[in-house]
């Protein structure tokens, strides 16, 4: 007598094996709709290097003696920042914060004189500190005249208050959302 194959087992996989690629499916297309990248974004890579450099101030009593943050990508990828420009504007995509010593974090906004909305390797860029009356009073330039020429009138820099350690964190938060650099300097 001849024994009959299992027909059962092979049944129940096969309906398995169909429930799972079916859910797959439906994953992969509920991401696409939901805008959920498939595959992780490439990590930006970039890297800096910050350091105390002294500004002019309108008063004869600081000179070019007011401490800013001179701040120059070393290398890797360029970084790209959206940001109104001829405004003192919020900056989007790559974001620069401080934290000053009492542990209040700044996020720096871009002041009217800053150009260029990609960060490269080889340009300069300035954190200073002035007051205008508006919430946020750190800026970013790469107009090396805003922070070093002394002006006649009004304008210049402020030290930066109150004095200390501060820390300067710089994120990429358009696509990878990281910390791309981190380091303490005394203002």
């Not at 070393?74 to 900056?91: K, R, W, Y």
């Not at 791309?180 to 203002?187: G, I, V």
């Amino acid at each position: 007598m001849r024994s009959r194959p299992d027909s059962a087992l092979s049944e129940t996989i096969a309906t398995t094996l169909i429930i799972i690629l079916v859910v797959a499916l439906a994953a992969i297309i509920a991401a696409l709709i939901m805008g959920i990248p498939l595959l992780p974004n490439k990590p930006v890579l970039a890297a800096f290097s910050a350091s105390v450099v002294m500004g002019a101030n309108t008063s004869s009593a600081y000179g070019l003696n007011v401490p800013t943050i001179q701040l120059d990508q070393m290398a890797g990828d360029p970084l790209v920042q959206e940001f109104a420009t001829n405004t003192h504007s919020t900056i989007n995509g790559t974001k620069i914060k401080i934290i000053d010593p009492t542990g209040k974090m700044i996020t720096v906004v871009s002041a009217i004189s800053l150009r260029d909305k990609t960060i490269r390797k080889g340009k300069s860029y300035y954190i200073f500190h002035y007051t205008t009356g508006e919430t946020n009073e750190y800026w970013l330039t790469n107009d090396p005249s805003r922070v070093f020429t002394k002006p006649p009138t009004g304008s210049g820099v402020l030290p930066f208050s109150p004095h200390g350690k501060w820390r300067l964190v710089i994120t990429e938060e358009k696509d990878t959302n990281m910390v791309l650099y981190q380091k303490d300097l005394n203002l």
